[in-house]
């Protein structure tokens, strides 16, 4: 069976099997008999080690996936398995400390990614107001729309879209599906799409604020994901037409 995994995976990989190699350097160093870096009864800890790095790193963008899965969830799996195989699942204490541990990676990673979310959310309505305000007094040029056009874009998980309600669960406080709305009716509205230089962008931007201002709240939207990356697809395609122009 082949191993899948994204180009991210192999950033992740590179930076965490680092930063594993200095823990266990440091560990040497103290004197401890504990071997990170080959050692068989070490490695679920290892895997668990990597688990919390990629993480973090994907909380921060570097989103790698492993057979289809994010790959600190995968790193997570794989320490319970080779623990397994590697360990006497029969002591209560070894199973209790796998098992916290991985739900204590699950626990800090949604921790992390709710704080990241939050702030990226609040700097993208920042954004919108400084667009909104450039453009009120006529100071923005074509080039430069587009350029803003990139930061205020946000494509929301699939999660958000289609399983709301479990999405405002794990991440609360952070965006309201009404609150998405009205950003996206606004942001929507500074788009001149008559100036889209593709008939192909030019109907997907028209179709996506027809979606957006045909719903007076969030429940009614009927939300497409391949709408948002075709939004995303116009926007990066505009920004080329704006460089060569």
Same mark, same amino acid.
């Given at each position: 069976?082949?191993?899948?995994?994204?180009?991210?995976?192999?950033?992740?990989?590179?930076?965490?099997?680092?930063?594993?190699?200095?823990?266990?350097?440091?560990?040497?160093?103290?004197?401890?008999?504990?071997?990170?870096?080959?050692?068989?009864?070490?490695?679920?800890?290892?895997?668990?080690?990597?688990?919390? #790095?990629?993480?973090?790193? %994907?909380?921060?963008?570097?989103?790698?996936?492993?057979?289809?899965?994010?790959?600190?969830?995968?790193?997570?799996?794989?320490?319970?398995?080779?623990?397994? #195989?590697?360990?006497?699942?029969?002591?209560?204490?070894?199973?209790?400390?796998?098992?916290?541990?991985?739900?204590?990676?699950?626990?800090?990673?949604?921790?992390?990614? !709710?704080?990241?979310?939050?702030?990226?959310?609040?700097?993208?309505?920042?954004?919108?107001?400084?667009?909104?305000?450039?453009?009120?007094?006529? %100071?923005?040029?074509?080039? %430069?729309?587009?350029?803003?056009?990139?930061?205020?874009?946000?494509?929301?998980?699939?999660?958000?879209?289609?399983?709301?309600?479990? &999405?405002?669960?794990?991440?609360?406080?952070?965006?309201?599906? %009404?609150?998405?709305?009205?950003?996206?009716?606004?942001?929507?509205?500074?788009?001149?799409?008559?100036?889209?230089?593709?008939?192909?962008?030019?109907? &997907?931007?028209?179709?996506?604020?027809?979606?957006?201002?045909?719903?007076? !709240?969030?429940?009614?939207?009927?939300?497409?994901?391949?709408?948002?990356?075709?939004?995303?697809?116009?926007?990066?395609?505009?920004?080329?037409?704006?460089?060569?122009?």
């Amino acid at each position: 069976m082949p191993i899948v995994f994204n180009i991210y995976a192999l950033f992740q990989a590179i930076i965490a099997v680092i930063i594993l190699w200095v823990i266990n350097f440091l560990i040497s160093l103290l004197g401890y008999d504990y071997n990170l870096i080959g050692g068989t009864k070490e490695a679920f800890v290892s895997l668990q080690i990597l688990a919390l #790095i990629t993480a973090y790193l %994907d909380v921060k963008g570097v989103k790698g996936s492993l057979f289809f899965l994010p790959t600190w969830i995968a790193l997570i799996i794989g320490s319970i398995v080779v623990f397994n #195989i590697t360990h006497d699942t029969e002591v209560v204490s070894n199973q209790a400390f796998l098992y916290l541990s991985s739900l204590l990676i699950i626990m800090i990673y949604f921790r992390l990614n !709710r704080k990241e979310l939050k702030k990226n959310w609040i700097k993208r309505k920042e954004i919108l107001q400084v667009l909104k305000s450039k453009m009120s007094a006529n %100071d923005i040029s074509k080039s %430069d729309y587009w350029k803003l056009a990139s930061h205020l874009y946000y494509k929301p998980s699939y999660l958000f879209l289609h399983a709301n309600s479990v &999405w405002s669960f794990l991440y609360p406080d952070v965006i309201t599906g %009404d609150e998405f709305l009205k950003f996206y009716q606004e942001f929507i509205n500074t788009v001149d799409i008559e100036s889209i230089e593709s008939n192909r962008y030019n109907r &997907w931007t028209h179709q996506l604020k027809k979606s957006l201002h045909s719903a007076n !709240r969030f429940s009614e939207y009927q939300h497409a994901t391949l709408s948002f990356t075709r939004f995303a697809n116009t926007i990066d395609f505009m920004n080329e037409v704006s460089k060569n122009s």
